[in-house]
Structure formats: C-alpha cells, structure tokens
C-alpha cells in the first residue's frame, strides 16, 4: 500500500485525481508555494476560513521574502561560503548582525541558536 492510499485525519485530499502532495513534488513546487497549494486546495473540505487565512498568510510572507531579495541584490552581497572561509569570528559576527531584533531561542533550532558554540 502507498503512503497516498492513506490519509490520516480526513479524506480531504483523497478526492482529487492528483492530490497536493503529487503536484508540489512532481513540479519541485518550493515551501511556501506548496503550502498554499495546500491550504487553498482543502479549505472547503477541511479548515474552511483559517485555511484560507493561512493561504493569505503564506502569500504575504512569500512576498515580503520575495521583496527583501530584491533589495538584498542591490547590496552588496557576503556569501555564507566565504564567511566560513574567513573564520567562526567573522560568521558569527555576521550572524549576530542578521538575527539582531530576534529574541534568542535557546530551547531549540532558531535564531540565537548557536549548538553551544560561542561566537
């Protein structure tokens, strides 16, 4: 039996002839496109308006990501590779500028996370 033949907690996706899943990944569909494939696809059938919210949600996020590209390209450009090159000081004086404003998490994975090594 494959994974598509079983869904858990609904039948929201079994309906289509070609469920999400199949179009995001047959079309290398990224993240946040995906998601509002997702969301868009079911919200009749599952998490009605909050899915649509989500749906807006993941636009206006795409967009802001995709405008702070555009702006980050005028810039001028430091790659994470040659910040590595440079050493663990110059990377974590980097990071510490990109995550500033962030509230650190040092319960888990985000920003402030450093896996216990001091910059």
Same mark, same amino acid.
Do not use: C
């Given at each position: 039996?494959?994974a @598509? /033949? ?5 039948? #929201? ?6 469920? !999400? ?5 047959a &079309? *290398?569909?990224p993240?946040i496109e %995906? *998601?509002i494939?997702k969301y868009?696809?079911r919200?009749?059938d599952?998490?009605?308006? /909050? /899915? $649509?919210?989500?749906?807006? #949600?993941?636009?206006? @996020? @795409?967009?802001e ?5 555009s702006?980050?390209s #005028?810039?001028s450009?430091?790659s $994470?590779k040659d910040l590595?090159?440079? %050493? !663990?000081r110059?990377l %974590?004086?980097? $990071?510490?500028?990109? *995550?500033k +404003?962030?509230?650190?998490n040092?319960?888990g994975? +985000? !920003? %402030?996370?450093?896996?216990g090594v &001091?910059?």
């Open positions: 039996m494959s @598509l /033949d079983k869904q858990v907690a609904g039948k #929201h996706y079994k309906k289509f002839k070609i469920q !999400p899943i199949q179009y995001i990944t &079309n *290398n569909i993240y %995906g *998601n494939i868009i696809s919200w009749r599952k998490g009605g308006v /909050d /899915d $649509l919210d989500k749906v807006i #949600h993941y636009v206006e @996020l @795409l967009k990501l995709e405008s702070g590209k702006e980050r #005028h810039r450009k430091t $994470l590595i090159k440079r %050493g !663990p110059e %974590g004086s980097y $990071l510490r500028k990109k *995550n +404003g962030t509230k650190a040092y319960t994975y +985000g !920003p %402030g996370y450093t896996g &001091n910059f």
